[in-house]
């Protein structure tokens, strides 16, 4: 494995690991019962993610940062594969980063910080309930990134097998013909 490879599957591992935390909150919300002890969980469960120290926030943003530099490293090859996988990587990687700055912080603030005489209960409920349809859309966008790099290098490994049983039998030719000259 290439550095830049790890560079691509440290974060996504690390992203895909937090936001499976996050999944404890958000299947209840999405799919049972909505009832007040569910909505008390992840009020509480979202203000402790929120008011995390900033040293957790400074890495989880610089994950985004090397996941970034991951993808554009692995993309300056410009050959078939980097185009097909790592650009379809990229683009999911950044797909996820847009529902992170567009639903999860803004929701985020709605349930922690709600603007007064604005903001009502309800609003809360509303954007806890976006936030963690985000959840799954990034889920499923760092799936997808994950699924693309394993078919990257299923595709290289099949490759390379094919190139080496191609020079093996064009070697065996070879010495089939040399054997024949010498004769």
Known sequence: MSFSQAA???????????????????HRVLWGELNESVI????????????????IKALLHGMFGVGLLGLLAKLHKWDESAMFFDGSSLASFVFSIVVYLTVTIPALRTIVIPVPNVDTREDQIEAMRILSAGNIIMIGCLGLLLLLQAGQEYARRTEAKALARLQAEEKKQETASSAKKDQ
Do not use: R
């Open 8 to 26: 691509v599957l440290a974060p996504v591992s690390f992203f895909l690991g937090v936001l499976f935390i996050c999944f404890n909150v958000d």
């Open 40 to 55: 008390n969980d992840g009020f509480q469960f979202y203000t402790t993610f929120f008011n995390a120290p900033p040293a």
